[in-house]
């Protein structure tokens, strides 16, 4: 991934959602040929020269100050995602050129398996960084079966929401589901863009559709740790689920996914439907019947 392209991109997107009123700039009159704000607005509201915006904006920049880069911030009202992801492409575009390297394959210990598995009355699932699925407890591959077909490896998650028909009918909020994805992937684009791993998965979606590449291309930016996903389960029915996402300081880049209903819910209700159905094989394998 080219950093300096990345920083170009991100902040042509950026200026160009602020109106200069929301910025608080007079305009008089005369056509604009941009629907934000200019470069020299930017730098008027930056306090640095138009010049020196302009130089920024094509992803020079080497020796811009902290205090620059966060007066930025400021013109452009960046959140903390933002803010976060334009100091990432900072570091990277201004630094020696990375070459693209392979990580090691993410794994969790045995005994963070082992308390995954322990949740016995919470559905969780754990993603790596890229959303390979690297742990899960019964209730939280019931919760997504699609994620785990019979007698195969799972499935990525990034790759099941856009490869993947069957995830538009079972994310009701299929397209605010796709877009928190492309917003994690772009983050994690700027914290390391020498990921290999990274840009043979981005490079695949991005080839494969149509969707992802144009909100790839967006640079849009935002944290997901916790909220809400409606779904359509093929066994109990529609249901809604607040998540909050654990991060595992042990294994960086390990995500613990857990979802729970509010109770006295139908979905609380759903949720229970589904806890009996996947103790049932397990109560027939404790009585099995037997014949004379």
């Given amino acids: 991934m080219d950093s300096r392209e990345d920083v170009r ?3 042509t997107a950026l200026r160009g959602r602020i109106t200069p009123a929301q910025a ?11 629907p934000g704000l200019r470069r020299e607005e930017v730098a008027q509201l930056a306090g640095v020269s138009t010049a020196y915006y302009t130089r920024m904006e094509r992803g020079d920049l ?3 100050s902290e205090s620059v880069l966060f007066a930025l911030v400021r013109a452009l009202e960046l959140d903390d995602a933002e803010t976060a992801h334009l100091l990432d492409l900072a570091r990277a575009a201004s630094g020696p050129r990375r ?3 392979a990580k090691p394959e993410t794994r969790v210990s045995a005994q963070v398996a082992q308390l995954i598995d322990a949740m016995a009355d919470v559905p969780a699932v754990a993603l790596s960084r890229l959303s390979d699925v690297v742990a899960s407890n019964s209730l939280g591959r019931a919760l997504f079966p699609h994620l785990f077909p019979q007698g195969a490896a799972p499935l990525n998650h990034a790759r099941y929401l856009f490869l993947d028909p069957r995830s538009q009918v079972f994310y009701v909020d299929w397209e605010k589901n796709a877009r928190e994805a492309v917003s994690a992937m772009r983050l994690l684009a700027g914290q390391d863009p020498s990921d290999r791993a990274l840009m043979a998965l981005v490079g695949e979606l991005a080839t494969r559709s149509d969707q992802f590449r144009i909100w790839w291309g967006a640079h849009t930016v935002r944290t997901h740790a916790s909220g809400t996903k409606r779904i359509r389960h093929p066994v109990v029915g529609p249901l809604t689920v607040g998540y909050e996402t654990l991060s595992l300081p042990s294994t960086p880049g390990v995500r613990i996914a857990t979802y729970l209903a509010e109770p006295g819910t139908p979905s609380a209700d759903a949720l229970d439907l589904l806890r009996n159905w996947i103790a049932q094989p397990r109560a027939d394998a404790a009585n099995p019947s037997h014949t004379g």
Avoid at 24 to 34: A, I
């Fill in 62 to 64: 080497s020796g811009v």
């Fill in 99 to 101: 070459i693209p390297r």
């Fill in 9 to 11: 991109q991100f902040l």
């Fill in 24 to 34: 608080g700039l007079t305009v008089f009159g005369g056509e604009r040929r941009v």
